[in-house]
């Protein structure tokens, strides 16, 4: 079965023909630009509620593409209304198109048809991306709101150490006045950035550029960084919390379609965005293989506590894994609107407290040199 799913999602374009001798000579699929996640979403709800309303597939894709604009999302709708209209299974086509539809996606969506209850599944499909969105935005926003208050700081201390404190220097060497260590150090580094500008900007732009392109390709590095994220005081209990729900939440619905746990954990694996997750899930993967349940495995990995290992021992003693997935899922994701509120309320002072000692900085080393030109004049 296992064989059979990567086979029908990662060679969408293959010419070979379709399971059952279906959809043979559909065409390969257009390529279009960029689809919106929020357009599958909007498109995953529609199709549930026509098809709930019992609208046939076909039909119900026909309405679906007319009533979309123009664009990316409106290709993909015409290759599949032609795809299904010859004969083509919904999930095999979608699956031809895998910027739109994951293999999560026509995982469950492959599973809706065996079992007859593709409106049920596109159901629970359209909840699980909507509660996937909300989780993912909530924590990006945690993440830009720091950065962003930390860049416009250093924009600003930037400024002041390029056109302010040059024009103190002039003052200072005009009064001849002995400079305090902390006032020297602060010059140096005004005529660090004045002289080696280039490295100051463009040596962070490298550094950036460098971490993207080495996050884009799995790697060891890419691994170091998954893991560190789950490490850091602050962050790490919302990425960690997060990753649980996603992981809940994902598992626990293919079950739900009747996905066989083997295949549920390959898919998993492959739709999760950290490594470190992807490989306890490979891991505990390669037990339940060997005959072994998911409760030790996962305890093992270090990643799930003690709250979701029992959960899910629960869940396979009476034969409701599924269920109790989901409720893992539900009180995960709540948990993460409560962390990502706390961290807040634990960044916003520590950026404070940051901009401040900058500040501060700043004005202890420009003012005691001004206090002693003071003095001078006071004497005259």
């Known amino acids: ?136 935005a909530q924590v990006r926003g945690a993440m830009i709101y720091p950065s962003v208050i930390f860049v416009v700081a250093m924009g600003v201390m930037s400024a002041v150490i390029v056109f302010v404190i040059p024009s103190f220097k002039e003052i200072f060497k005009s009064f001849r006045v002995d400079l305090p260590r902390v006032t020297q150090v602060l010059l140096d580094i005004s005529d660090f950035v004045m002289g080696y500008w280039y490295l100051c900007f463009g040596l962070p732009l490298l550094l950036f550029v460098g971490h993207t392109v080495l996050m884009s390709r799995p790697g060891a590095y890419r691994f170091r960084v998954h893991g560190l994220y789950l490490k850091l005081p602050i962050i790490a209990p919302v990425v960690r919390t997060s990753l649980v729900a996603g992981f809940t939440r994902t598992f626990g619905t293919l079950i739900q379609a009747g996905v066989p746990h083997i295949d549920a954990l390959e898919i998993v694996r492959d739709s999760t965005g950290n490594d470190c997750l992807r490989a306890a899930v490979e891991e505990v993967r390669r037990t339940v293989r060997e005959g072994e349940g998911l409760a030790r495995p996962m305890g093992e990995t270090g990643l799930f506590d003690d709250l979701v290992v029992n959960m899910v021992d629960v869940g396979e003693e009476t034969g409701e894994l599924d269920a109790m997935l989901v409720k893992v899922a539900d009180a995960y994701e709540k948990q993460v609107d409560r962390r990502i509120d706390a961290m807040f309320k634990l960044l916003e002072p520590l950026m404070l407290v940051l901009i401040a000692a900058m500040v501060g900085f700043i004005v202890i080393a420009l003012f005691m040199p001004l206090l002693e030109i003071m003095t001078q004049l006071g004497q005259m």
């Open 1 to 136: 079965m296992a064989k059979r799913i990567r086979r029908s999602t990662t060679s969408p374009a293959s010419p070979a023909p379709a399971a059952g001798g279906k959809g043979g000579g559909a065409k390969p699929p257009r390529r279009g630009g960029r689809v919106a996640a929020q357009q599958v979403t909007d498109f995953t709800i529609q199709l549930s509620t026509l098809s709930e309303a019992g609208i046939p597939v076909v039909k119900a894709l026909v309405i679906l593409e007319g009533q979309t604009k123009a664009g990316p999302f409106k290709t993909v709708l015409q290759d599949l209304v032609e795809d299904v209209s010859a004969g083509t299974p919904l999930s095999e086509a979608m699956s031809k198109h895998e910027r739109c539809f994951d293999e999560l996606y026509t995982a469950m969506v492959r599973a809706g048809e065996v079992g007859g209850v593709l409106d049920a599944i596109l159901n629970r499909l359209a909840s699980f991306r909507e509660k996937a969105s909300e989780i993912r």
